[in-house]
């Protein structure tokens, strides 16, 4: 029972455009969204979050939207860079479940230069 | 430098051979949880302990057990290994606002 999904384990983006990766979750419990960056042989790393009560939150290059009636959130990063190229995880959380976080599976960034 | 330390790197054992899984955190956070990463299904968590002394079970822990040794160490022991746990296993230290640090992983092989 996947709770959160992650359809595409890929994606090829050229370098300057936007990468825009996709994570859908069933949970209606789930009211705090995260995205985790992930380099080869390191641990993943915080990127940016999106609590149930907004629908968009911005950091630099990142975006992250929530579409909670369609139980589905997006990352974009504009404009995509090579240094980008990397594993991302969408995550979810409850807050009747503390702090423990539910992963999606992964999709595999390749920004080309 | 601040952070969650998991050793070893890597580690091959053989079909029911046991080992222990280290982690240690210096941010002086109550929570740390354990994962392990397969290819096609994301992080699974394992373990956690919400504070020192407790322990609960995740999604997958069977196989498995813990030992929340004080508030710094958290490790992850399995007793007689099997194929099935090849994988790479991330530990992580959480802050009261729920933000995760991960350790850079140990990536188990069993042959």
């Known amino acids: 029972d996947q709770q959160v999904k992650q359809n595409s384990p890929s994606l090829s983006v050229q370098e300057g455009r936007i990468s825009i990766l996709n994570c859908d979750y069933t949970?209606?419990?789930?009211?705090?969204f995260l995205w985790y960056k992930k380099y080869p042989a390191e641990g993943p790393t915080f990127l940016i979050s999106?609590?149930?009560?907004?629908d968009k939150n911005e950091d630099g290059r990142f975006t992250v939207f929530l579409n909670k009636s369609a139980k589905h959130l997006s990352l974009h990063i504009v404009p995509s860079q090579p240094g980008d190229s990397a594993v991302y995880f969408c995550?979810?959380?409850?807050?009747?479940?503390?702090?423990?976080?539910?992963f999606g599976e992964g999709t595999q960034l390749t920004v080309n230069p | 430098n601040a952070g969650v330390t998991q050793t070893p790197k890597f580690q091959v054992l053989k079909t029911g051979q046991s080992m222990t899984l280290q982690c240690a955190q210096d941010?002086?956070?109550?929570?740390m949880y354990w994962y392990r990463q397969d290819p096609g299904m994301g992080l699974r968590l394992i373990y956690y302990?919400?504070?020192?002394?407790?322990?609960d079970k995740g999604e997958v822990p069977n196989g498995y057990n813990v030992s929340r040794l004080n508030k710094r160490e958290f490790s992850l022991r399995l007793e007689s290994a099997a194929p099935s746990q090849t994988s790479v296993y991330f530990c992580?230290?959480?802050?009261?606002?729920?933000?995760?640090?991960f350790g850079s992983g140990t990536r188990l092989t069993v042959v």
């Open positions: 995550a979810a959380s409850a807050r009747t479940s503390g702090s423990r976080l539910t």
């Open positions: 949970n209606s419990m789930f009211d705090y």
């Open positions: 999106i609590s149930s009560i907004k």
């Open positions: 941010m002086n956070h109550n929570s």
């Open positions: 302990s919400a504070s020192e002394g407790t322990t």
């Open positions: 992580a230290s959480v802050e009261p606002g729920g933000g995760y640090t």
